[in-house]
């Protein structure tokens, strides 16, 4: 019976990681639509994270057949109510990507003329944060956990240089307006994720301690 309910566990952690694995895609394939003004990229991305509601869905069903059909031990229940509350962080930041791609869309239309380096590098160190949260999580690594939370200053620094270059947008042409407002709200969007991926990574420690952190 142990040997069957340690292989679910395994099961378990190799869904977390696609499911990690497909947010991390969706935030660079939905960033290379902005950049490149690709509408394709854009709407790949939306599937993208549809495919992310099936695998929430497949993982919170794995979970709750392991709670109902087996007799989990403190440290497999926090292995378990983890991945829930996981899951339901990664769903959202497939979320977040979908906004993104929508924006992205009529950004698209419109034609961007804005400097989006930043919000590059913001969508790149949101993707490392996730991949890393997860993997501390498979492997119960709180020093990777760690990592990954302390990353989110830098995408909050970024955050703030994001809002400094559009302001100067706005003022080199005020008929940049419409843009700019709606590329900030694609950094929320892309701090947003940051802040995920730190709840990710909180309670990827909480598997290894059993105390949990005030999350984001």
């Not at 190799?14 to 960033?31: G, K, L, N, S």
């Not at 962080?89 to 992205?104: K, S, T, V």
């Not at 970024?158 to 302001?167: E, P, S, Y």
């Not at 003022?171 to 709840?199: P, T």
């Amino acid at each position: 019976m142990r040997k069957t309910f340690d292989a679910e566990l395994q099961e378990l952690g190799a869904e977390m990681i696609d499911m990690a694995a497909a947010a991390e895609d969706a935030i660079d394939v939905v960033t290379t639509s902005l950049i490149s003004n690709d509408p394709r990229a854009a709407r790949n991305a939306i599937e993208m994270t549809r495919s992310m509601d099936r695998m929430e869905r497949d993982i919170e069903n794995r979970c709750l057949r392991l709670l109902l059909q087996q007799q989990p031990v403190a440290r497999d229940l926090r292995t378990i109510s983890a991945a829930l509350k996981m899951v339901t962080d990664l769903q959202r930041i497939g979320d977040q990507c979908a906004n993104i791609a929508e924006i992205a869309l009529l950004l698209n239309k419109s034609g961007s003329t804005a400097d989006l380096t930043h919000i590059r590098a913001m969508s790149q160190k949101a993707g490392i944060m996730v991949k890393r949260a997860i993997t501390a999580y498979v492997n119960r690594d709180q020093d990777i956990a760690k990592e990954a939370i302390a990353l989110d200053d830098g995408v909050d620094e970024l955050f703030q240089q994001v809002k400094k270059d559009l302001v100067e947008l706005i003022v080199s042409n005020r008929e940049n307006a419409d843009q700019a407002i709606d590329l900030i709200i694609i950094a929320k969007y892309l701090e947003r994720i940051g802040d995920h991926a730190v709840n990710i990574a909180q309670w990827a420690i909480y598997c290894v301690t059993g105390e949990l952190s005030a999350t984001t």
